[in-house]
């Protein structure tokens, strides 16, 4: 099967796409582009093509590609931004564990390669189920408004 019906991500496919970095972007519009918080140097945003259900990610507000190029604070910033979802996301959705990634340039995978991102992908026990191993189609159990709502007001 190729195929899985999923007409809620019809608006994603045909809405006009937005030229610049999608990180700069949700700074400027946070609630439309599903931005969780924001500190002073740091923000944390759904993935609005999740790998599992609950997937963020943490960047720096300044547009830079690699941690090379953070300054201290920022660095630890981003890292407390990081600590700081985990735990929400631990107390909203029972996480039993987490995927953390950080892809620096496109050879590494990085999608967008010019603004720094940390992945934050919650994990369960059976959370790998045959959908992905036969029709190569993940489920995601929970709309993306529905989980940010439940996010902004779990501190």
Not at 69 to 89: C, D, P, W, Y
Not at 120 to 133: A, I, S
Request: hydrophobic content about 40%; overall charge positive.
């Amino acid at each position: 099967m190729d195929n899985l019906w999923a007409p809620w991500r019809i608006k994603y496919i045909v809405q006009k796409k937005e030229r610049g970095c999608v990180f700069c972007q949700a700074i400027k519009t946070p609630k439309k582009d599903f931005v969780i918080f924001t500190n002073k140097y740091s923000g944390c945003m759904l993935n609005i093509y999740p790998y599992n259900n609950g997937h963020v990610m943490v960047f720096p507000k300044r547009h830079v590609a690699g941690l090379d190029e953070l300054k201290g604070v920022e660095v630890l910033e981003l890292f407390n931004s990081l600590v700081e979802i985990q735990k929400r996301l631990q107390k909203c959705l029972k996480a039993q564990g987490f995927n953390i990634g950080i892809n620096l340039g496109q050879v590494s995978g990085a999608g967008i390669p010019g603004h720094l991102h940390i992945h934050l992908v919650p994990r369960w026990t059976g959370d790998t189920n045959f959908m992905p191993v036969v029709f190569k189609t993940k489920v995601i159990s929970q709309s993306l408004e529905e989980l940010f709502k439940l996010l902004k007001v779990n501190k």
